[in-house]
């Protein structure tokens, strides 16, 4: 089954050096740092994608609370995406801990008609960001695809390719014994 979102994506990570440029308060290696995220060509933004890598001690503890906040507006009004995580200790522990926290969420924002985003992560031990990233989806107009489908069946190698819309399905008529060879999706 094919089936095309209308909605493209834009990262700035997972890699530091992705990231980095998009920095506008605070910075990678401190308790505090604010990101700065824009559609490629000024479309709404229609979902958020964001993560981070903490150095969060050794061991880590229960009582520091992680959070990732967001503002479509320059920074006038933030919402939590990620409030109060925090590391739960239970039971038996090894001796040694991996001194590393990673912390991501996702919010879907289709109404928005903002294109860019802030995101900021803290946390409330001054625990330091290693790198953070972000994500956005965004819509896309022409989502027909060309799908190319070639398999194996009781009759031998076969391929057919049709031009499909986000709405559309597809039936392919195989034989006995069917085996996957390949799919191509692209843009026409």
Avoid: C
Avoid at 40 to 47: A, M, W
Avoid at 158 to 187: C, F, G, M, N, Y
């Amino acid at each position: 089954m094919h089936e095309a979102s209308g909605r493209g994506i834009v990262s700035y990570g997972p890699n530091k050096q992705q990231a980095a440029p998009r920095i506008i308060e605070g910075a990678f290696d401190s308790p505090k740092v604010t990101l700065e995220f824009k559609t490629p060509r000024g479309e709404s933004i229609h979902g958020i994608h964001a993560a981070a890598q903490v150095a969060s001690s050794n061991p880590p503890s229960p009582d520091i609370a992680y959070h990732i906040d967001y503002s479509l507006d320059g920074g006038q009004k933030w919402s939590p995406l990620l409030k109060d995580g925090r590391i739960h200790r239970r039971g038996a522990e090894p001796k040694d801990f991996w001194s590393q926290s990673m912390w991501s969420t996702a919010l879907d924002t289709p109404e928005n008609t903002a294109s860019t985003v802030r995101v900021r992560f803290h946390n409330t031990g001054g625990k330091r960001y290693l790198r953070a990233e972000g994500h956005l989806l965004y819509p896309v107009s022409g989502t027909t695809s060309k799908v190319t489908f070639a398999w194996t069946d009781s009759t031998g190698e076969q391929q057919q390719t049709k031009l499909l819309d986000h709405q559309e399905s597809w039936q392919i008529p195989t034989r006995t014994a069917v085996k996957t060879r390949w799919v191509e999706i692209a843009h026409p």
